[in-house]
């Protein structure tokens, strides 16, 4: 069974601070990672997806992968109470090159003034 | 360019009655997944369909099931519904290219409530 592994929380983080949030997998054929974020009562966002090793920033987000780790984390830099949401990790599943993204159960994080 | 549009939005059933949920795309895009999130379990996949054909499948029971019209348009049915069967139903739209990335775009739901 594969799986997405992350920290339900909640992760408290005072505004302007940054914030780490980690995820880890079981497969490790896995290609394709994606961040999403969603807000109470919502459908997710996506915000990030990365496919190579390394960093991918965008704007106050940053994505960094390690295959030979397993593990895919997303930094928020300046986080603000806007970003206070439950932030999903997902992987898609590489078998048949098809469509199916796993979802870890999501990490809540919580940004306070 | 529209999103991922999602009706009904909100739907209350009771036990053994049957549903169908619909799922338009974004303009262009040629698959559609379906998921289910739950308290309890989470996200989960249950099944996508990409040119009319189901390509994918979660480990749903037959209750579940899906179709896809020629204008990518999706619909999802659960029937014989059972209390476990609340929760939120999503789908998501991508472009579908077998081996590619795509990036899937989530519509905003359909709150399912069984009695």
């Known amino acids: 069974q594969k799986e997405v592994e992350q920290n339900s929380g909640p992760l408290s983080v005072p505004e302007g601070a940054i914030a780490s949030l980690n995820c880890t997998y079981s497969d490790r054929g896995s290609q394709s990672f994606f961040w999403y974020r969603q807000y109470s009562g919502k459908s997710p966002e996506l915000i990030m997806f990365?496919?190579?090793?390394g960093d991918k920033e965008d704007g106050r987000f940053t994505a960094q992968l390690n295959k030979a780790s397993q593990y895919v984390s997303l930094l928020i830099r300046d986080s603000q109470p806007s970003d206070s949401a439950t932030y999903l990790c997902?992987?898609?599943?590489?078998?048949?090159?098809?469509?199916?993204?796993?979802f870890g159960a999501g990490t809540r994080l919580a940004v306070h003034p | 360019k529209a999103g991922v549009t999602q009706t009904p939005r909100y739907l209350i059933k009771t036990r053994g009655q049957q549903v169908t949920l619909s799922c338009s795309p974004i303009?262009?895009?040629?698959?559609v997944s379906w998921y289910q999130q739950t308290p309890g379990q989470g996200l989960q996949f249950l099944f996508e369909?990409?040119?009319?054909?189901?390509?994918n499948k979660g480990n749903f029971p037959g209750r579940f099931s899906g179709r896809q019209f020629s204008n990518s348009r999706s619909e999802m049915n659960v029937s014989t519904l059972e209390l476990g069967d609340s929760a939120l139903y999503l789908c998501?739209?991508?472009?579908?290219?077998?081996?590619?990335?795509?990036?899937?775009?989530f519509g905003p739901g359909t709150r399912l409530t069984v009695l």
């Open positions: 998501a739209s991508s472009s579908g290219l077998a081996f590619s990335y795509n990036e899937q775009f």
């Open positions: 990365i496919y190579s090793n």
């Open positions: 369909y990409f040119s009319e054909t189901q390509r």
């Open positions: 303009s262009g895009h040629r698959s």
């Open positions: 997902a992987v898609k599943e590489e078998a048949g090159g098809y469509n199916k993204l796993i």
